[in-house]
Protein backbone atom coordinates (compact mmCIF):
# COMPACT_ATOMS: atom_id res chain seq x y z
CA UNK A 1 0.00 0.00 0.00
CA UNK A 2 1.25 3.18 -0.99
CA UNK A 3 0.87 6.41 0.88
CA UNK A 4 1.64 10.12 0.18
CA UNK A 5 3.19 12.45 2.31
CA UNK A 6 5.31 16.12 1.80
CA UNK A 7 8.57 16.53 2.53
CA UNK A 8 10.79 19.65 2.77
CA UNK A 9 7.17 20.83 0.48
CA UNK A 10 7.84 17.76 -1.70
CA UNK A 11 5.56 15.37 -2.55
CA UNK A 12 6.93 11.70 -1.97
CA UNK A 13 5.49 8.11 -2.44
CA UNK A 14 6.35 6.01 0.45
CA UNK A 15 4.74 2.57 1.31
CA UNK A 16 3.28 1.41 4.79
CA UNK A 17 5.91 0.44 7.26
CA UNK A 18 8.47 2.69 6.22
CA UNK A 19 9.81 4.76 8.66
CA UNK A 20 10.22 8.65 7.80
CA UNK A 21 14.57 7.75 7.26
CA UNK A 22 13.92 4.94 5.02
CA UNK A 23 11.97 7.76 2.80
CA UNK A 24 14.20 9.93 3.13
CA UNK A 25 17.39 7.95 2.30
CA UNK A 26 15.63 6.28 -0.21
CA UNK A 27 14.69 9.47 -2.16
CA UNK A 28 18.60 11.23 -1.39
CA UNK A 29 17.33 13.53 1.40
CA UNK A 30 20.24 13.01 4.13
CA UNK A 31 19.63 13.58 8.07
CA UNK A 32 22.38 12.90 10.78
CA UNK A 33 22.47 9.60 12.52
CA UNK A 34 24.21 8.19 15.28
CA UNK A 35 22.53 5.05 17.22
CA UNK A 36 21.36 3.83 13.82
CA UNK A 37 22.29 0.84 11.90
CA UNK A 38 20.77 0.20 8.63
CA UNK A 39 18.70 -3.21 8.60
CA UNK A 40 18.83 -3.24 12.16
CA UNK A 41 15.43 -2.36 14.17
CA UNK A 42 15.80 1.01 15.20
CA UNK A 43 16.96 2.14 18.91
CA UNK A 44 16.02 5.57 19.05
CA UNK A 45 19.09 6.26 21.63
CA UNK A 46 20.41 9.36 20.22
CA UNK A 47 17.44 11.67 18.70
CA UNK A 48 19.90 13.40 16.16
CA UNK A 49 17.36 12.17 13.52
CA UNK A 50 14.83 14.32 14.60
CA UNK A 51 12.36 16.07 11.96
CA UNK A 52 9.37 18.04 12.38
CA UNK A 53 5.82 17.61 11.42
CA UNK A 54 4.92 20.53 10.47
CA UNK A 55 0.92 19.70 11.21
CA UNK A 56 1.86 19.46 15.06
CA UNK A 57 4.85 21.10 15.64
CA UNK A 58 6.62 17.99 17.07
CA UNK A 59 9.84 16.83 17.01
CA UNK A 60 10.18 13.25 16.41
CA UNK A 61 12.76 10.55 15.96
CA UNK A 62 13.06 9.59 11.95
CA UNK A 63 14.65 6.50 12.46
CA UNK A 64 11.73 4.64 14.32
CA UNK A 65 8.41 7.16 13.56
CA UNK A 66 6.45 5.02 10.60
CA UNK A 67 5.13 7.38 7.67
CA UNK A 68 1.25 7.94 7.43
CA UNK A 69 -0.64 9.14 4.59
CA UNK A 70 -0.43 12.84 4.49
CA UNK A 71 2.33 13.71 6.23
CA UNK A 72 4.31 17.09 6.35
CA UNK A 73 7.84 16.12 7.34
CA UNK A 74 10.27 19.43 7.24
CA UNK A 75 14.16 17.69 7.35
CA UNK A 76 16.04 21.05 8.44
CA UNK A 77 13.67 23.77 9.88
CA UNK A 78 14.74 26.00 12.90
CA UNK A 79 13.67 23.92 15.37
CA UNK A 80 15.08 20.78 13.88
CA UNK A 81 18.08 22.40 13.55
CA UNK A 82 18.44 23.48 17.41
CA UNK A 83 17.15 20.51 18.81
CA UNK A 84 20.45 18.88 16.41
CA UNK A 85 22.40 21.17 17.63
CA UNK A 86 21.59 21.21 21.20
CA UNK A 87 21.85 16.71 21.45
CA UNK A 88 25.84 17.86 20.21
CA UNK A 89 26.55 20.43 22.67
CA UNK A 90 25.28 17.87 25.20
CA UNK A 91 26.98 15.21 23.77
CA UNK A 92 29.98 17.40 23.86
CA UNK A 93 29.78 18.56 27.64
CA UNK A 94 31.75 15.93 29.11
CA UNK A 95 33.55 14.54 25.83
CA UNK A 96 37.93 15.24 25.93
CA UNK A 97 38.95 18.07 23.75
CA UNK A 98 41.97 15.72 22.39
CA UNK A 99 40.68 15.73 18.86
CA UNK A 100 44.15 16.48 17.37
CA UNK A 101 45.70 13.47 18.80
CA UNK A 102 42.70 11.50 18.54
CA UNK A 103 42.87 8.35 15.84
CA UNK A 104 39.29 9.68 14.31
CA UNK A 105 40.39 13.33 13.93
CA UNK A 106 38.53 14.29 10.81
CA UNK A 107 36.99 10.78 10.25
CA UNK A 108 34.66 10.84 13.48
CA UNK A 109 30.97 11.29 12.85
CA UNK A 110 30.69 13.85 16.15
CA UNK A 111 33.18 15.85 15.11
CA UNK A 112 31.74 16.48 11.45
CA UNK A 113 28.38 17.37 13.03
CA UNK A 114 29.97 19.67 14.97
CA UNK A 115 30.89 21.16 12.32
CA UNK A 116 28.30 20.91 10.57
CA UNK A 117 25.72 22.29 12.52
CA UNK A 118 28.57 24.97 13.74
CA UNK A 119 29.56 24.28 17.10
CA UNK A 120 32.27 26.57 17.49
CA UNK A 121 32.54 26.87 21.30
CA UNK A 122 31.56 25.03 24.29
CA UNK A 123 27.90 26.14 25.60
CA UNK A 124 27.63 23.31 28.38
CA UNK A 125 30.06 22.30 30.59
CA UNK A 126 29.38 18.90 32.03
CA UNK A 127 31.90 16.50 34.80
CA UNK A 128 34.68 15.08 32.47
CA UNK A 129 34.25 11.37 31.87
CA UNK A 130 37.21 10.12 34.48
CA UNK A 131 37.40 6.57 32.46
CA UNK A 132 40.70 4.84 32.50
CA UNK A 133 41.58 3.29 28.95
CA UNK A 134 41.36 -0.75 28.73
CA UNK A 135 44.41 -1.65 27.18
CA UNK A 136 43.96 -5.36 28.11
CA UNK A 137 43.44 -6.71 24.43
CA UNK A 138 46.24 -7.59 22.32
CA UNK A 139 43.72 -6.48 19.50
CA UNK A 140 41.16 -3.90 20.59
CA UNK A 141 42.06 -0.66 22.65
CA UNK A 142 38.60 0.61 24.71
CA UNK A 143 38.69 4.55 25.84
CA UNK A 144 35.16 4.81 27.69
CA UNK A 145 35.89 8.63 27.63
CA UNK A 146 35.36 8.85 24.16
CA UNK A 147 31.84 6.81 24.11
CA UNK A 148 28.81 8.74 23.44
CA UNK A 149 25.87 5.98 24.39
CA UNK A 150 24.81 5.29 21.01
CA UNK A 151 24.75 1.33 21.61
CA UNK A 152 25.75 0.30 17.82
CA UNK A 153 29.30 -1.54 18.89
CA UNK A 154 26.99 -3.48 21.82
CA UNK A 155 23.83 -3.84 19.14
CA UNK A 156 26.99 -5.21 16.32
CA UNK A 157 27.93 -7.52 19.12
CA UNK A 158 25.01 -9.01 20.59
CA UNK A 159 23.05 -8.78 16.85
CA UNK A 160 25.40 -9.41 14.07
CA UNK A 161 28.19 -11.43 16.07
CA UNK A 162 26.38 -12.85 18.25
CA UNK A 163 28.52 -12.76 21.01
CA UNK A 164 27.24 -9.70 23.39
CA UNK A 165 30.93 -9.13 24.58
CA UNK A 166 29.99 -5.67 25.46
CA UNK A 167 26.80 -4.12 26.78
CA UNK A 168 25.46 -1.29 29.30
CA UNK A 169 26.62 -0.89 32.71
CA UNK A 170 24.67 1.02 35.25
CA UNK A 171 22.25 3.48 34.94
CA UNK A 172 21.72 6.79 33.76
CA UNK A 173 23.76 9.40 34.31
CA UNK A 174 26.57 6.91 35.45
CA UNK A 175 25.75 4.45 32.78
CA UNK A 176 29.06 3.07 30.29
CA UNK A 177 29.40 0.67 27.83
CA UNK A 178 31.73 -2.23 28.51
CA UNK A 179 32.43 -5.72 29.28
CA UNK A 180 31.48 -8.12 31.82
CA UNK A 181 31.25 -6.85 35.40
CA UNK A 182 33.27 -3.68 33.19
CA UNK A 183 36.27 -5.94 33.51
CA UNK A 184 39.08 -5.31 31.06
CA UNK A 185 38.22 -7.03 27.41
CA UNK A 186 40.57 -9.87 27.81
CA UNK A 187 38.47 -11.66 30.25
CA UNK A 188 35.75 -10.98 28.16
CA UNK A 189 34.10 -13.26 25.31
CA UNK A 190 35.26 -10.95 22.65
CA UNK A 191 36.66 -12.13 19.87
CA UNK A 192 38.46 -9.50 18.64
CA UNK A 193 37.05 -9.24 15.38
CA UNK A 194 36.63 -5.35 15.45
CA UNK A 195 33.05 -4.71 13.83
CA UNK A 196 32.44 -2.73 17.00
CA UNK A 197 35.35 -0.36 15.52
CA UNK A 198 34.14 -0.47 12.28
CA UNK A 199 30.96 0.77 13.77
CA UNK A 200 32.09 3.15 16.60
CA UNK A 201 31.19 6.74 15.45
CA UNK A 202 33.90 7.95 17.50
CA UNK A 203 37.82 7.23 18.74
CA UNK A 204 36.17 5.08 21.62
CA UNK A 205 36.86 2.05 20.23
CA UNK A 206 40.53 1.58 18.17
CA UNK A 207 42.91 -1.54 16.93
CA UNK A 208 46.00 -1.47 19.02
CA UNK A 209 48.45 0.05 16.72
CA UNK A 210 52.13 -1.94 16.05
CA UNK A 211 53.24 1.09 14.17
CA UNK A 212 55.71 1.88 17.11
CA UNK A 213 57.27 -1.09 17.17
CA UNK A 214 57.56 -1.72 13.34
CA UNK A 215 59.15 1.93 12.99
CA UNK A 216 61.57 1.07 15.52
CA UNK A 217 62.26 -2.48 13.26
CA UNK A 218 62.90 -0.12 10.46
CA UNK A 219 65.53 1.86 12.27
CA UNK A 220 67.37 -0.95 13.11
CA UNK A 221 69.89 -1.71 10.90
CA UNK A 222 70.84 -5.48 12.41
CA UNK A 223 66.88 -5.64 11.35
CA UNK A 224 65.40 -7.22 8.45
CA UNK A 225 62.19 -6.44 8.33
CA UNK A 226 59.80 -8.93 5.99
CA UNK A 227 56.34 -7.58 5.09
CA UNK A 228 53.13 -9.69 3.50
CA UNK A 229 49.94 -8.45 2.77
CA UNK A 230 46.39 -10.08 2.58
CA UNK A 231 44.53 -10.90 -0.68
CA UNK A 232 42.28 -8.24 0.06
CA UNK A 233 44.33 -5.67 1.43
CA UNK A 234 44.94 -4.41 -2.94
CA UNK A 235 40.90 -4.06 -3.13
CA UNK A 236 40.34 -1.83 -0.44
CA UNK A 237 43.53 0.49 0.09
CA UNK A 238 42.45 2.32 -2.37
CA UNK A 239 39.17 4.37 -0.57
CA UNK A 240 41.62 5.73 2.24
CA UNK A 241 43.45 7.62 -0.72
CA UNK A 242 40.56 8.85 -2.38
CA UNK A 243 40.80 6.30 -5.86
CA UNK A 244 38.10 4.26 -6.52
CA UNK A 245 36.31 2.29 -4.21
CA UNK A 246 37.21 -1.63 -4.80
CA UNK A 247 40.18 -0.78 -7.22
CA UNK A 248 42.77 -2.81 -7.30
CA UNK A 249 46.27 -1.20 -5.97
CA UNK A 250 48.40 -4.54 -5.81
CA UNK A 251 51.74 -3.42 -7.89
CA UNK A 252 51.28 0.26 -6.06
CA UNK A 253 51.38 -1.20 -3.09
CA UNK A 254 53.96 -3.19 -3.53
CA UNK A 255 55.78 -0.05 -4.55
CA UNK A 256 55.34 1.74 -1.53
CA UNK A 257 56.09 -1.02 0.94
CA UNK A 258 59.19 -0.66 -0.60
CA UNK A 259 59.54 2.87 -0.71
CA UNK A 260 58.72 2.71 3.69
CA UNK A 261 62.03 0.43 3.93
CA UNK A 262 60.71 -2.61 4.02
CA UNK A 263 63.61 -5.34 2.96
CA UNK A 264 61.06 -7.96 1.17
CA UNK A 265 57.39 -7.67 0.35
CA UNK A 266 55.33 -10.99 -0.14
CA UNK A 267 51.99 -11.75 -0.79
CA UNK A 268 49.61 -13.52 1.86
CA UNK A 269 48.01 -15.16 -1.33
CA UNK A 270 50.80 -17.28 -1.71
CA UNK A 271 50.74 -18.63 1.98
CA UNK A 272 46.97 -18.71 0.67
CA UNK A 273 47.70 -21.51 -1.88
CA UNK A 274 49.35 -22.90 0.70
CA UNK A 275 47.24 -23.17 2.74
CA UNK A 276 45.23 -24.85 0.11
CA UNK A 277 46.84 -27.39 -0.81
CA UNK A 278 46.72 -28.66 3.24
CA UNK A 279 43.25 -28.04 3.54
CA UNK A 280 42.04 -30.09 0.40
CA UNK A 281 44.35 -32.75 1.89
CA UNK A 282 43.22 -32.72 4.89
CA UNK A 283 39.42 -32.89 3.78
CA UNK A 284 40.30 -35.37 1.59
CA UNK A 285 42.03 -37.47 4.44
CA UNK A 286 38.65 -37.49 6.46
CA UNK A 287 36.14 -38.26 3.74
CA UNK A 288 38.13 -41.69 2.97
CA UNK A 289 39.68 -42.47 6.06
CA UNK A 290 35.97 -41.82 7.83
CA UNK A 291 37.45 -38.59 9.88
CA UNK A 292 35.52 -35.99 11.74
CA UNK A 293 32.94 -34.35 9.60
CA UNK A 294 32.10 -31.82 8.56
CA UNK A 295 35.56 -30.10 8.41
CA UNK A 296 35.22 -26.50 9.69
CA UNK A 297 37.64 -24.00 7.80
CA UNK A 298 40.16 -22.11 10.84
CA UNK A 299 41.93 -19.47 8.30
CA UNK A 300 39.39 -16.60 10.49
CA UNK A 301 41.22 -16.27 13.88
CA UNK A 302 38.03 -14.66 15.15
CA UNK A 303 36.19 -17.49 13.97
CA UNK A 304 38.44 -19.95 15.48
CA UNK A 305 38.55 -17.83 19.40
CA UNK A 306 34.47 -18.27 19.21
CA UNK A 307 34.60 -21.46 19.10
CA UNK A 308 37.11 -22.09 21.60
CA UNK A 309 34.50 -19.94 23.87
CA UNK A 310 31.23 -20.88 23.07
CA UNK A 311 31.74 -24.28 20.76
CA UNK A 312 34.11 -26.36 22.02
CA UNK A 313 32.29 -29.20 20.69
CA UNK A 314 33.20 -28.61 17.78
CA UNK A 315 36.85 -27.95 17.85
CA UNK A 316 37.54 -31.66 16.68
CA UNK A 317 35.53 -30.25 13.29
CA UNK A 318 38.07 -27.23 12.81
CA UNK A 319 41.19 -28.05 10.62
CA UNK A 320 44.30 -28.28 11.36
CA UNK A 321 45.63 -25.68 9.32
CA UNK A 322 46.95 -22.71 10.58
CA UNK A 323 45.95 -19.62 8.99
CA UNK A 324 47.64 -17.93 5.96
CA UNK A 325 49.39 -15.48 7.53
CA UNK A 326 51.07 -17.97 10.30
CA UNK A 327 52.11 -19.96 7.65
CA UNK A 328 53.41 -17.62 5.57
CA UNK A 329 55.42 -16.60 9.08
CA UNK A 330 56.47 -19.69 9.87
CA UNK A 331 57.89 -20.61 6.58
CA UNK A 332 59.30 -17.08 6.54
CA UNK A 333 61.60 -17.89 9.79
CA UNK A 334 62.81 -21.41 9.13
CA UNK A 335 63.37 -21.89 5.06
CA UNK A 336 63.51 -18.45 3.50
CA UNK A 337 66.29 -17.87 6.37
CA UNK A 338 67.59 -20.96 6.03
CA UNK A 339 67.91 -20.58 2.23
CA UNK A 340 68.94 -16.83 2.62
CA UNK A 341 71.53 -16.94 5.15
CA UNK A 342 69.65 -14.85 7.56
CA UNK A 343 69.40 -15.96 11.16
CA UNK A 344 65.72 -16.08 12.18
CA UNK A 345 66.18 -13.88 15.26
CA UNK A 346 66.75 -10.98 13.09
CA UNK A 347 63.87 -11.04 10.98
CA UNK A 348 61.31 -9.02 11.90
CA UNK A 349 58.04 -10.34 11.01
CA UNK A 350 54.91 -8.10 9.11
CA UNK A 351 51.62 -9.00 8.04
CA UNK A 352 49.18 -6.18 7.00
CA UNK A 353 45.25 -7.11 7.14
CA UNK A 354 41.79 -6.54 7.14
CA UNK A 355 41.26 -7.85 10.47
CA UNK A 356 42.03 -6.79 14.38
CA UNK A 357 41.55 -10.41 15.01
CA UNK A 358 45.11 -11.10 13.50
CA UNK A 359 47.14 -9.58 15.91
CA UNK A 360 45.69 -11.43 18.91
CA UNK A 361 46.39 -14.39 16.53
CA UNK A 362 50.01 -13.43 16.22
CA UNK A 363 50.54 -13.68 19.86
CA UNK A 364 49.05 -16.67 20.81
CA UNK A 365 51.23 -19.74 22.15
CA UNK A 366 50.64 -22.02 19.54
CA UNK A 367 52.20 -19.79 17.09
CA UNK A 368 55.40 -19.36 18.83
CA UNK A 369 58.30 -21.90 18.62
CA UNK A 370 61.23 -21.43 20.69
CA UNK A 371 60.35 -18.13 22.02
CA UNK A 372 60.13 -17.04 18.49
CA UNK A 373 56.79 -16.02 16.86
CA UNK A 374 56.11 -16.68 13.47
CA UNK A 375 54.65 -12.53 13.08
CA UNK A 376 56.21 -9.85 15.32
CA UNK A 377 53.91 -7.23 14.22
CA UNK A 378 50.01 -6.67 12.57
CA UNK A 379 48.87 -3.50 10.92
CA UNK A 380 45.09 -3.06 9.69
CA UNK A 381 44.59 -1.54 6.58
CA UNK A 382 43.84 1.39 8.41
CA UNK A 383 47.19 1.23 10.17
CA UNK A 384 48.70 0.94 6.69
CA UNK A 385 47.42 3.93 5.12
CA UNK A 386 48.48 5.86 8.22
CA UNK A 387 52.18 4.31 7.65
CA UNK A 388 51.94 5.24 3.81
CA UNK A 389 51.05 8.96 4.82
CA UNK A 390 53.75 9.39 7.79
CA UNK A 391 56.48 8.41 4.62
CA UNK A 392 54.46 11.29 2.37
CA UNK A 393 53.89 8.31 -0.52
CA UNK A 394 51.84 9.96 -3.29
CA UNK A 395 50.00 6.70 -4.50
CA UNK A 396 48.49 8.65 -7.31
CA UNK A 397 52.14 8.83 -8.74
CA UNK A 398 54.11 5.90 -8.22
CA UNK A 399 54.66 3.05 -10.86
CA UNK A 400 53.40 -0.20 -9.72
CA UNK A 401 55.72 -3.26 -8.81
CA UNK A 402 55.74 -6.88 -8.34
CA UNK A 403 56.11 -8.97 -4.95
CA UNK A 404 59.46 -10.75 -4.20
CA UNK A 405 59.73 -13.83 -5.15
CA UNK A 406 59.54 -16.92 -3.63
CA UNK A 407 56.81 -16.58 -1.62
CA UNK A 408 54.94 -13.98 -4.03
CA UNK A 409 53.85 -15.49 -7.03
CA UNK A 410 49.83 -16.48 -6.30
CA UNK A 411 47.03 -17.95 -8.31
CA UNK A 412 44.00 -16.28 -8.70
CA UNK A 413 42.51 -18.94 -6.07
CA UNK A 414 44.56 -17.59 -3.14
CA UNK A 415 43.45 -14.43 -4.01
CA UNK A 416 39.49 -15.32 -3.15
CA UNK A 417 40.41 -15.94 0.05
CA UNK A 418 39.34 -12.11 0.69
CA UNK A 419 35.82 -12.60 0.12
CA UNK A 420 33.52 -14.84 1.81
CA UNK A 421 33.28 -18.48 0.26
CA UNK A 422 35.98 -18.19 -1.51
CA UNK A 423 38.14 -19.94 1.04
CA UNK A 424 35.48 -23.20 -0.16
CA UNK A 425 35.67 -22.34 -3.48
CA UNK A 426 39.72 -22.51 -3.79
CA UNK A 427 38.98 -25.44 -2.21
CA UNK A 428 36.91 -27.34 -3.79
CA UNK A 429 39.33 -26.44 -7.16
CA UNK A 430 42.26 -28.12 -5.91
CA UNK A 431 39.79 -31.09 -4.06
CA UNK A 432 38.54 -32.30 -7.30
CA UNK A 433 42.03 -32.26 -9.04
CA UNK A 434 43.11 -34.39 -6.83
CA UNK A 435 40.44 -36.89 -6.63
CA UNK A 436 39.64 -37.07 -10.18
CA UNK A 437 42.99 -36.14 -11.86
CA UNK A 438 40.65 -33.95 -13.82
CA UNK A 439 40.05 -29.75 -12.96
CA UNK A 440 36.77 -29.04 -13.09
CA UNK A 441 34.91 -27.88 -15.94
CA UNK A 442 33.72 -24.45 -14.50
CA UNK A 443 35.94 -23.22 -11.82
CA UNK A 444 33.37 -20.37 -11.03
CA UNK A 445 30.95 -21.24 -8.16
CA UNK A 446 27.91 -19.09 -8.12
CA UNK A 447 26.07 -20.64 -5.47
CA UNK A 448 28.73 -19.89 -2.58
CA UNK A 449 29.39 -16.20 -3.97
CA UNK A 450 28.04 -13.62 -2.57
CA UNK A 451 27.01 -11.71 0.50
CA UNK A 452 24.25 -13.64 1.95
CA UNK A 453 24.59 -15.24 5.30
CA UNK A 454 24.62 -18.60 4.30
CA UNK A 455 24.89 -19.96 1.40
CA UNK A 456 24.72 -23.88 0.17
CA UNK A 457 26.33 -26.25 -3.04
CA UNK A 458 25.98 -29.45 -3.87
CA UNK A 459 29.49 -30.07 -6.27
CA UNK A 460 29.96 -33.65 -7.82
CA UNK A 461 33.86 -34.52 -7.52
CA UNK A 462 33.95 -38.13 -9.68
CA UNK A 463 31.79 -40.73 -7.38
CA UNK A 464 31.48 -37.84 -4.46
CA UNK A 465 28.58 -35.33 -3.89
CA UNK A 466 30.53 -33.27 -1.73
CA UNK A 467 28.02 -30.92 0.66
CA UNK A 468 29.40 -27.63 1.45
CA UNK A 469 28.32 -24.53 3.05
CA UNK A 470 29.43 -21.15 3.92
CA UNK A 471 28.75 -18.25 6.33
CA UNK A 472 29.93 -14.99 6.93
CA UNK A 473 28.82 -12.65 10.49
CA UNK A 474 29.19 -14.96 13.46
CA UNK A 475 25.43 -14.87 14.05
CA UNK A 476 24.63 -16.47 10.91
CA UNK A 477 27.13 -19.39 11.96
CA UNK A 478 25.88 -19.89 14.82
CA UNK A 479 22.30 -20.62 13.25
CA UNK A 480 24.23 -23.04 10.90
CA UNK A 481 26.29 -24.55 13.79
CA UNK A 482 23.02 -25.08 15.64
CA UNK A 483 21.50 -26.94 12.24
CA UNK A 484 25.10 -29.53 12.35
CA UNK A 485 24.00 -29.68 16.44
CA UNK A 486 20.02 -30.83 15.88
CA UNK A 487 21.04 -34.22 13.69
CA UNK A 488 22.21 -32.66 10.16
CA UNK A 489 24.63 -35.10 9.21
CA UNK A 490 24.70 -34.20 4.97
CA UNK A 491 27.49 -31.59 4.92
CA UNK A 492 31.39 -32.45 4.39
CA UNK A 493 32.83 -29.20 4.69
CA UNK A 494 32.14 -25.56 6.17
CA UNK A 495 33.64 -22.25 5.76
CA UNK A 496 33.11 -19.70 8.45
CA UNK A 497 34.15 -16.16 8.66
CA UNK A 498 33.68 -14.06 11.27
CA UNK A 499 33.23 -10.20 9.58
CA UNK A 500 30.03 -9.79 6.94
CA UNK A 501 31.30 -10.28 3.62
CA UNK A 502 34.23 -12.10 4.86
CA UNK A 503 37.24 -10.18 4.87
CA UNK A 504 36.74 -7.54 2.68
CA UNK A 505 34.54 -6.13 5.35
CA UNK A 506 37.26 -6.78 8.48
CA UNK A 507 37.14 -5.21 11.29
CA UNK A 508 40.20 -3.51 10.29
CA UNK A 509 38.85 -2.36 6.77
CA UNK A 510 38.34 1.63 6.54
CA UNK A 511 35.60 2.83 8.85
CA UNK A 512 32.67 3.34 7.64
CA UNK A 513 32.62 0.66 5.03
CA UNK A 514 28.82 0.27 3.63
CA UNK A 515 27.55 -2.82 1.76
CA UNK A 516 28.18 -0.82 -1.53
CA UNK A 517 31.58 -1.02 -1.00
CA UNK A 518 31.84 -4.46 0.19
CA UNK A 519 30.25 -5.42 -3.02
CA UNK A 520 32.81 -3.05 -5.20
CA UNK A 521 35.73 -5.19 -3.31
CA UNK A 522 34.43 -8.71 -4.26
CA UNK A 523 33.66 -7.96 -7.51
CA UNK A 524 37.27 -6.56 -8.16
CA UNK A 525 38.11 -10.05 -6.35
CA UNK A 526 35.95 -11.37 -8.85
CA UNK A 527 37.58 -9.83 -12.16
CA UNK A 528 41.17 -10.58 -10.85
CA UNK A 529 39.95 -14.35 -11.25
CA UNK A 530 38.21 -13.79 -14.38
CA UNK A 531 41.50 -12.64 -16.09
CA UNK A 532 44.55 -14.43 -14.13
CA UNK A 533 45.62 -17.64 -16.39
CA UNK A 534 46.40 -18.99 -13.20
CA UNK A 535 43.56 -20.25 -10.82
CA UNK A 536 43.82 -23.16 -9.08
CA UNK A 537 46.48 -22.93 -5.81
CA UNK A 538 48.07 -26.61 -6.73
CA UNK A 539 49.52 -25.06 -10.53
CA UNK A 540 51.19 -22.18 -8.88
CA UNK A 541 54.83 -22.70 -9.51
CA UNK A 542 56.68 -21.62 -6.50
CA UNK A 543 53.75 -24.10 -4.18
CA UNK A 544 55.08 -27.17 -6.09
CA UNK A 545 58.68 -25.84 -5.77
CA UNK A 546 58.43 -25.69 -1.95
CA UNK A 547 56.96 -28.58 -1.40
CA UNK A 548 59.51 -30.28 -3.68
CA UNK A 549 62.52 -28.47 -2.00
CA UNK A 550 61.60 -28.50 1.71
CA UNK A 551 57.93 -29.64 2.81
CA UNK A 552 57.51 -33.05 1.17
CA UNK A 553 53.71 -33.75 1.02
CA UNK A 554 51.03 -31.77 2.06
CA UNK A 555 50.57 -33.63 6.10
CA UNK A 556 53.55 -35.17 6.23
CA UNK A 557 55.93 -34.28 8.69
CA UNK A 558 57.43 -31.28 7.77
CA UNK A 559 54.30 -29.51 6.50
CA UNK A 560 52.52 -30.73 9.78
CA UNK A 561 55.00 -29.24 12.16
CA UNK A 562 55.28 -26.03 10.44
CA UNK A 563 52.03 -25.64 9.61
CA UNK A 564 49.43 -27.32 11.70
CA UNK A 565 48.26 -26.51 15.13
CA UNK A 566 45.34 -27.76 17.44
CA UNK A 567 42.96 -25.30 19.90
CA UNK A 568 41.51 -25.78 23.04
CA UNK A 569 38.49 -24.67 25.30
CA UNK A 570 38.54 -20.85 27.08
CA UNK A 571 36.95 -20.28 29.79
CA UNK A 572 36.33 -16.43 30.03
CA UNK A 573 33.61 -14.03 31.17
CA UNK A 574 30.14 -14.33 29.23
Same mark, same amino acid.
Given at each position: ?7 ? !?? /???? *???? &? %?? +?? @??? $? ?47 ? !?? /???? *???? &? %?? +?? @??? $? ?480
Amino acid at each position: MNLNILVN !NQ /PLTA *EKGQ &T %IL +EV @LNK $NGIKVPTLCHIKDMLPSGACRICLVEQRKTGKLVPSCSQPVEEGMDIIT !NS /PKVN *EARK &T %II +EL @LLS $NHPDDCLYCSRNLNCELQTLSNNYHVRERQVRGVKNNHHLDLSSASIVRDPAKCILCGRCVRVCEETMGISAIDFINRGSNSVVGPAFNKGLNTSSCVNCGQCIVVCPTGALTEKSHIPELLEALNDPKKIVIVQHAPSISVSLAEEFGMETGKDINGIMNAALRKIGFDRVFDTSFSADLTIMEESAELIHRIVNGGVLPMITSCCPGWVKFAEEFYPEFLPHLSTCKSPQQMLGAIIKTHYATTTGINSEDIFSVSIMPCTAKKFEGQRAEMTSKGISNIDAVLTTRELAELIKLYEIDLHNIEPELADSPLGLRSSAGKLFASTGGVMEAAIRTAHYKLTGKELVKFKINEIRGTHGIKEATIKIGDLDLNVAVTSGLQNAKDLLAQVKEGRMDLHFIEIMACPGGCIGGGGQPINSDENALKARMKSIYSIDERESIKVSHKNPEIIDLYNEFLGKPLEEMSHHLLHTTYEERDVLK
